[in-house]
């Protein structure tokens, strides 16, 4: 509760700062810095032991010997820059000479991970425009934000800088030029900046808004609302101007009034403080001293000006100008305007219309602008000092004191209002002020047996020595220091004494203005620090009772931080200290911090409150703060019970079973041992998971700490209630009181009488209960008791008052048990919650039968809407515990792994019809299921029985038979949940959310070309047309057909198969998965055809869902959208169809082809379109042109395959082995319009090409135009012959005799065939022989080269023979 100096931001470039403002003077530095630097070291070393006993009382700004001499070379630079802060921090303005550099904040993350503000270089160049001028002042001006959502942070700053020239100009953050002015002919001294404060009592005048601007012998003040306007219209101006791209029109010049400064000698500062009106009294009395005594004097008081001025001779003084004596003045160019633009000087922001042009202004702007004369004012008086010279003044933010620095090393208070010193403190050479203004807090006064009194003010004087490098903080007007700061010797104190401005009585109800008043600059480190000062210090005296509690609340505060100490110490000291206190708030402060305490024991704290209730007691009634006496009386209270239910738990007495009757125990074991499979599974799966960091301090075992028990538990009254928070302290406080009963270590029914007593209400009472229960899943499975003490304690709880109610019909729903089917509901903990459901069903049939005896005293046996509820719900929460242990099963090493979903029977019926498929989808996702793995996996519901019990695997197996156990057990389960749940998850609807999980997987990443495949698999294994039909309309709709659109168009514009890079830049994926991208959409589109093909054929399924889940409210759910889904136009996904195969096969042989010129103006019209839309489909015949393009394209495609069927068969594996190419080829040919007797000769031509003749032989049967293929066979041949016999490397000796024999037709005929034309030149001769005896056979008799023929047979044959 002392002052401290906090840092809020932190400057950052400062070096770049500093090399951009000294560039000149870097290299060489002048012998006037170096001894400017010596005089301000000269002996320093005694200055900040005068008067300063508790100097280094806060050492959050020491710094050692040695940073202070390495921060000496590079801070002092800053004393010869002009620096200005925004009040709001967010602006740093630094300038030297005619440079500038702007700083705006920026938020950063720190090393820790915490946001922090800095400020960093957002503009920096030269400011000056006439020759010779310097920078003389800087102000950032923030301006408020005229938006009705403003909460107070500013539209914008404007910075407005005065030089030696007497310009006065206005800029944006960004450095643009908005407005500038001559206004006087000398430099300008200083600018000042006054804005609206809203008036702290019912008298006080109303203070405009205002600029200030002093020059060496006049002042200069700019009316704050027409400087607002101007500022707003001159920005717009200037924003439209640049997005048009035009000259910005040169704004009128602002109205001013301009005062002529009389009878001082030098003035180096003023201050404006503001309109004042005097009391009756003050002007009489000026009246007669001015006026004499016959002076008259006016029926009304005038409203004045007041400015302060300081300087020489006087040292300080004291100007009024009364309202109304001076009319704003208007440069020469405004008042030519002014006829045409009425108003428009006073609000500018009408915008800029009907001034002059850039052109007719060019002669006025080339003369200096003509300066108007000041108005003269003389000093009404002042305060008189010949040898001193005043240096700095500084106003009190309430404007009624102000701080003036002066030459001989003083700081003097001034009272404004009566124009009189009033305190000096010496010492403070070369001193910065600063002034901080504190609230007090709105609950100090409240107590007063009055009225509430209105909120107080106190003002602090801020003073920086930085000769003596310290910071102090004193209080006005006659008050002690409250604190000092050892800091830097070469900081700089900012102060605006202003805040925004455009912000009037109206616009500022409800902002909270963001603001520091007084801000410490290091530019050593760069920090900016913000002195933060409490109320009380303003009221601290040696008298003060409050000063004295609050020294001993300090001191208690220190006392219970330090961790060695006793507790019987502890307890003598803090009792003493909290009845030594007189104030009640102190009191009360003071003993909650104690009961916050965490190393305080509960005797301790028991012992103390009781006490300081007992001198409460015995205290006058009237005289006791009714607040502290209910703490007091209610804190003992949960002390008393906290020390009642620890003490139970640590008797080690058990639990003694009063409720529970031999057959619930009965009927209990029945149940569980239904459910116990089940349960047993699920708790191997759940403790087997993987292994987490917890701390001792956060496990429900650890014992409950009596501060968040304290914090937990509030009383009223008589009652005790919990505290609503988060659960896991509900978990802690329910641990703490139930946990040793469940257990059987504490007196159960004892617990149950305790808090009974309390009146703690039985229903927080049973959600506590049920917190711990549901939350410690894990040790409950553990313990086989746990849940015959659950019935007992719920017996316990039902039957105390207030529980169920005693008028409750048995054909309404309890509230209570209600109360526990809600927590189940909602629970995660799917086994807990069954065992919890169980068992409130077993004690709620109980309390029915007990009821309906008291009221029907008959034999027959109650039914109840209550119990037909309950039966409900423990079928769903055993639905939900077979799910959950379905999901519990870890995934395959290998995978990527993911936290386990949880799932309860809440958020099931909350997901909608499809939510358990959904689930159950992300399960076998995660399993990496194959599609086929997931059909053989269902197709065990018959095979249930025999996978029960595995056989163990042997040891030699390995691994393969573990996973085999592993899938086995997987598909048990899978099958009892599907039993479970046979409507919800009837093969076609998992196979169907299968199918969209995959493709919503492949969607996150397109580079898993096999969850696109394994999607469109899944999607084959749905039996109904119908949703097979929907669901592979969404998929196109939803996530195919824009990479689909995209492909197309890539391989368009290059022409061929794309390169890796290209391919991940248009369609987002590589290459390769590109490739198994277009081929799943060929076959998804085929299984769209497919499935539009056979909805005709078949009824539309009925989609059901099971009894108990028949309330499930949700989005619906994936098949009620299949089934919504529109129809297709056949023939348009047909004409999708053939383009993915065309592009699907470019990709796949790397070919160039331009896939959309392949068609006509309607048919690439016609792509990309809904599926469902009728489209102006390509008819009739095609132009011959574009089937010859076709063709060559489909003969490519063919040439393609054979070649990668004979790499397969030199290379196993190299090659593609697929043998649906070829079909494929002729299926697109015919839709094509493609002769397809051309495409199988072309593939006959290949294979014999490449030597694959057995397959050559097969495809030749299907070819109708033999003649045609036999001529191309022949020439085939002939390349063969010619290889053998001349352009084999060793001509053998038979073939060249052979070639002497041959007739001399057939050999010029063979030396005339190219066999580089072939693809495999050097096939067994016996192959040869048998492609010409096929030749004879297809060739008619009559045919021209029919001879040619046999002279081939005949040559072929001899060589055979010659081998």
């Not at 950063?108 to 400011?127: F, H, N």
């Not at 604190?483 to 902002?511: D, E, I, P």
């Not at 159950?920 to 249930?944: H, N, S, Y």
């Amino acid at each position: 509760m002392s002052c401290c100096l906090l840092e809020f931001c932190r400057v950052q470039e400062l070096k770049a700062v500093r090399e951009f403002l000294f560039q000149n003077q870097q290299n060489n530095p002048s012998l006037g810095d170096k001894k400017t630097e010596n005089e301000l070291a000269w002996d320093d070393s005694d200055w900040g032991s005068w008067d300063n006993p508790e100097a280094k009382e806060d050492g959050s700004g020491t710094t050692t010997g040695v940073e202070e001499d390495s921060a000496a070379g590079s801070a002092p630079w800053l004393q010869d820059c002009v620096v200005s802060l925004s009040p709001c921090s967010d602006l740093m303005v630094v300038a030297k000479d005619h440079k500038a550099v702007f700083l705006s904040a920026k938020w950063r993350t720190d090393d820790g991970g915490r946001e922090e503000m800095t400020l960093a270089v957002s503009w920096s160049g030269t400011l000056s425009t006439e020759e010779g001028e310097s920078v003389s002042s800087v102000i950032c001006i923030p301006l408020a934000s005229q938006k009705r959502s403003s909460t107070g942070r500013p539209d914008w700053t404007c910075i407005v800088v005065g030089f030696s020239s007497g310009y006065v100009r206005f800029y944006t953050e960004s450095g643009v030029l908005l407005l500038a002015q001559l206004l006087n002919e000398d430099p300008v001294l200083r600018l000042k900046c006054r804005t609206y404060e809203i008036p702290r009592h019912p008298g006080v005048t109303e203070q405009h808004e205002e600029l200030s601007i002093l020059y060496p012998a006049a002042l200069v003040t700019i009316d704050g609302f027409s400087l607002f306007q101007s500022l707003r219209a001159c920005r717009n101006q200037v924003a439209r101007a640049a997005a048009a791209g035009s000259e910005v029109v040169h704004p009128p010049p602002l109205a001013y009034k301009k005062w002529g400064l009389q009878d001082m000698d030098t003035i180096v500062d003023h201050s404006s403080v503001g309109i004042m009106t005097l009391c009756v009294f003050d002007q009489m009395k000026n009246a007669s001293i001015l006026g004499g005594f016959h002076a008259s004097v006016k029926g009304s008081p005038p409203a004045m000006s007041q400015y302060i001025t300081v300087g020489g001779g006087p040292y300080t003084g004291f100007y009024y100008a009364i309202e109304g004596s001076s009319q704003p003045l208007l440069s020469h160019v405004a008042l030519a305007v002014a006829s045409k633009l009425t108003s428009a000087l006073f609000s500018a922001a009408s915008g800029w219309l009907g001034w002059k042009k850039q052109s007719e202004e060019e002669p006025t702007q080339k003369q200096k602008p003509k300066v108007e004369p000041a108005t003269p004012m003389a000093v009404r008086f002042g305060l008189p000092d010949s040898r001193r010279h005043g240096e700095f003044i500084c106003l009190s933010p309430c404007n009624t004191l102000a701080g003036v620095t002066d030459d001989f090393g003083r700081v003097t208070l001034l009272d404004v209002g009566r124009g009189i010193a009033i305190r000096m403190w010496k010492g403070y050479r070369d001193a910065q002020l600063g002034w901080v203004q504190v609230s007090e807090g709105r609950g100090e006064r409240e107590s007063s047996p009055s009225a509430p009194l209105p909120r107080r003010h106190a003002q602090f004087l801020v003073i920086y020595a930085p000769r003596r490098g310290i910071l102090e903080v004193w209080g006005t007007q006659q008050g002690p220091r409250v604190g000092a700061f050892t800091v830097g010797k070469h900081c700089r104190l900012l102060y605006a004494g202003y805040r925004l401005m455009g912000v009037n009585s109206v616009t500022s109800q409800g902002w909270l203005l963001h603001t520091q008043q007084v801000c410490l600059f290091d530019p050593a480190t760069g920090a900016l620090r913000t002195v933060t000062v409490p109320f009380h210090l303003a009221l601290s005296d040696k008298k003060s009772e409050r000063a004295k509690d609050m020294h001993l609340l300090k001191r208690l505060t220190t006392l219970l931080k330090s961790r060695e100490v006793e507790p019987d110490i502890l307890e003598s000291e803090a009792q003493s200290v909290l009845l030594d206190i007189k104030h009640p708030a102190v009191k009360k402060q003071a003993l909650e911090s104690l009961l916050a305490n965490k190393n305080a024991p509960v005797s301790c704290l028991t012992n103390i409150t009781r006490v300081l209730l007992a001198s409460l007691k015995g205290q006058d009634p009237e005289a006791v703060d009714e607040g502290l006496f209910q703490l007091c009386s209610s804190q003992l209270k949960l002390l008393q019970l906290y020390t009642d239910i620890q003490q139970l738990h640590s008797t080690g007495e058990a639990t003694t079973d009063t409720h529970t009757e031999p057959t619930e125990v009965a009927g209990i074991a029945e149940e569980l041992a239904r459910v116990s499979p089940t349960l047993q599974r699920y708790a191997e799966l759940t403790s087997g998971s993987r292994p987490s960091v917890s701390f001792a301090l956060d496990s429900p075992d650890a014992s409950l700490p009596v501060r968040s028990f304290l914090s937990q538990m509030e009383c009223e009254g008589e009652e005790i209630r919990v505290v609503p928070g988060p659960n896991a302290d509900w978990t802690q406080l329910g641990s703490f009181l139930f946990w040793g009963c469940l257990t059987g270590e504490s007196p159960l029914q004892k617990v149950c009488n305790t808090l009974q007593k309390t009146g703690i209400s039985p229903q927080q009472l049973l959600s506590l209960l049920l917190s711990v229960w549901l939350h410690r899943e894990k040790e409950v499975l553990k313990k086989t008791e746990a849940v015959r003490h659950l019935h007992t304690l719920l017996t316990a709880l039902s039957s105390m008052k207030g529980a169920v109610e005693e008028s409750w019909d048995m054909q309404c729903v309890s509230p209570w048990w209600q109360q526990v089917r809600s927590a189940c509901v909602q629970s995660h903990s799917s086994a807990a919650a069954l065992l919890a459901a169980i068992v409130a069903h077993r004690a709620a049939k109980a309390n029915i039968t007990i009821l309906a005896e008291t009221k029907f005293q008959s034999e027959w046996e109650a039914v109840s809407l209550e119990l037909e509820q309950w039966a409900v719900c423990v079928r769903q929460l055993e639905d939900v515990l077979s799910l959950q242990t379905l999901l519990c099963v870890p995934p395959p090493q290998g995978t990527p792994g993911s936290a386990t979903p949880h799932c309860s029977v809440k958020a099931l019926l909350e997901g909608g019809r499809g939510g358990i498929a959904d689930s159950v989808a992300k399960w076998v996702f995660r399993q990496d299921l194959a599609p086929e793995r997931l059909k053989d996996m269902l197709q065990r519901r018959g095979e249930a029985e025999s996978t029960e019990q595995p056989s163990q695997p042997e040891q030699g197996k390995g691994e393969k038979s573990q996973e085999d156990a592993a899938f086995n057990r997987a598909a048990e389960l899978l099958v009892s949940v599907c039993q479970r749940f046979p409507d919800s998850l009837s093969p076609d609807l998992l196979f169907a959310h299968c199918c969209w999980e995959y493709v919503v997987q492949w969607n996150k990443d397109p580079e898993e070309g096999r969850y696109l495949c394994w999607a469109v698999e899944h999607l084959k294994l749905v039996s109904s047309p119908h949703i097979q039909l929907g669901i592979s309309s969404m998929m196109w709709n939803t996530f195919i057909v824009k990479c689909f659109s995209a492909a197309a168009f890539l391989i368009e514009k290059v022409g061929k198969a794309p390169k890796d890079r290209l391919c991940r830049r248009d369609v987002g994926m590589g290459d390769c998965a590109m490739t198994a991208f277009l081929g799943s959409c060929v076959q998804l589109l085929q299984i769209l055809m497919e499935a539009d093909s056979g909805v005709e054929e078949v009824t539309p399924p009925e989609l059901c869902v099971e009894e108990v889940w028949g309330e499930a409210e949700g989005p619906a759910s994936l098949a009620e959208l299949a089934l919504e889904q529109k129809g297709v136009h056949y023939p348009l996904v047909q004409h999708h169809y053939l383009l993915a195969s065309l592009l699907h096969t470019a990709m796949t042989f790397s070919l160039r082809v331009k896939p959309l010129s392949l068609f006509d103006s309607k048919g690439k019209n016609a792509f990309f379109r809904e599926l469902s839309s009728i489209q102006l489909m390509p008819s009739g015949d095609m132009d011959p042109g574009l089937v010859s393009l076709r063709q060559e394209f489909l003969l490519r495609v063919l040439t393609g395959w054979v070649t990668t069927q004979r790499e397969a068969v030199e290379g196993p594996g190299s090659g593609s082995g697929d043998k649906t190419w070829p079909s494929l080829c002729l299926d697109l040919g015919l839709l094509l319009q493609v002769n397809p007797d051309i495409l199988r000769r072309h593939l006959v031509c290949e294979l014999y090409n490449q030597g694959l003749d057995p397959r050559a032989e097969q495809v030749m049967f299907e070819v109708e135009d033999k003649d045609v293929l036999g001529s191309q066979l022949l020439v085939l041949t002939g390349q063969r012959l010619s290889y053998s016999l001349l352009h084999t490397q060793t001509q053998t000796r038979p073939a060249m005799e052979l070639l002497a024999r041959l007739p001399p037709t057939l050999c010029t005929w063979l030396k005339a065939m190219d066999p580089s034309e072939l693809g495999c030149p050097s096939v067994p001769l016996s192959q040869t022989s048998r492609l010409v005896s096929r030749l004879i056979e297809i060739l008619p008799e009559n045919h021209g080269q029919y001879s040619l023929a046999l002279h081939l047979l005949e040559a072929v044959e001899d060589l055979q023979r010659e081998d």
